[in-house]
């Protein structure tokens, strides 16, 4: 018997890879749905589906027409804003027979607040940044002297965001001359005196200032279920466009696959999870932030050997996952690139 899949956030970064793992087993249906009628979901699969909004009071009501139209046995979400309203009624979903891969609502807030999760694994004694939060003008002043600015170079960006949105690094020796002609419009630099002066200007979100991590980046890809890590892929992040991974490679590095099995457990989470992490000036690593939910690049993982989204689609309509049984390639790399669809 078929598994009726529905995949929303079609025309997200990472959809088309992620529709790529779910199409390898023919005994999935994928339904693809987005807000966009250009989404690019709807010209790589047979069947799409056009949805409100996540803010949109319609959208609940239009994703359970949708399953009941389609037979849906599987919801997995690909946008960060959808994944409050699938958790909210994850219960009511589940009482008509259909699972949806997304954590706990309380769960779901902790981890996609960076101050609330923070704060919530240095008192379970697991290693941050050092940290603090900022939700004034003044407190930022006394949270970067706090970290040592400008001995130590710091960083913020707003408690909650999604990808590079808000994230600067302050640094009064980077010369302005240079970032106008050598470095991209999207540059993360900024002075601490013109960023008092945008933030003075009107009421700004919860930052978190930070120490700033100078090391390698990695994307972890795990797969939990509640709370137990049973997969932890470290990809190291060798080049970024705009925040998004586009050459890396699989690496078994044991002290971050440890580091976050105790994140995992801590958060309580569940399905398909992204947890980031950098190298610290003292080369510990240190985490940056949490994606509850599949990541843009999960796909990577399938040149190594491990479909991601296909084992969280599986494990949700009940099919027990051996962790022991899956074998990874690991040093296994990957180059990503644009294509094209015409239609």
Avoid at 2 to 21: E, F, N, R, S, Y
Avoid at 138 to 164: H, I, R, W
Avoid at 170 to 177: A, L, S, V, W
């Amino acid at each position: 018997m078929k598994q009726k899949v529905l995949m929303t956030g079609g025309g997200a970064p990472g959809a088309a890879g992620i529709l790529k793992c779910l199409q390898q087993d023919s005994t999935i249906e994928v339904v693809v749905a987005d807000a966009s009628p250009d989404s690019v979901g709807r010209y790589l699969n047979p069947v799409f589906e056009l949805i409100p909004k996540a803010t949109d009071d319609t959208f609940i009501s239009a994703i359970e027409n949708l399953c009941q139209k389609h037979n849906i046995n599987v919801i997995l979400p690909l946008v960060t804003r959808e994944l409050f309203a699938f958790s909210e009624h994850k219960q009511a979903f589940a009482q008509k027979g259909i699972k949806v891969i997304v954590s706990a609502y309380e769960q779901l807030s902790i981890a996609n607040d960076k101050g609330k999760l923070y704060t919530q694994l240095q008192a379970a004694g697991i290693l941050t940044p050092q940290f603090s939060i900022a939700t004034t003008v003044e407190e930022l002043k006394q949270a970067v002297t706090q970290l040592g600015y400008p001995d130590k170079t710091v960083c913020f960006k707003p408690c909650v965001s999604n990808g590079m949105r808000g994230f600067r690094v302050i640094d009064d020796t980077k010369d302005e001359f240079d970032l106008l002609f050598n470095y991209k419009p999207t540059s993360e630099y900024i002075k601490l005196d013109k960023a008092i002066e945008i933030l003075s200007s009107r009421p700004f979100p919860p930052l978190l200032v930070s120490e700033y991590l100078p090391g390698e980046e990695y994307t972890i890809d795990c797969l939990a279920n509640n709370g137990n890590c049973l997969l932890a892929i470290p990809r190291l992040r060798k080049k970024m466009v705009q925040g998004i991974s586009v050459a890396g490679v699989i690496e078994n590095n044991a002290e971050i696959i440890n580091y976050c099995e105790q994140i995992i457990e801590c958060c309580q989470l569940h399905g398909p999870i992204g947890v980031q992490v950098k190298r610290a000036v003292d080369g510990t690593f240190k985490i940056l932030e949490i994606n509850p939910r599949v990541q843009g690049t999960t796909v990577a993982l399938l040149g190594a050997g491990v479909n991601l989204p296909l084992l969280a689609v599986k494990q949700e309509t009940g099919e027990t996952i051996n962790p022991d049984a899956i074998e990874v390639k690991w040093g296994t790399q990957f180059t990503r690139h644009w294509t094209e669809v015409f239609h």
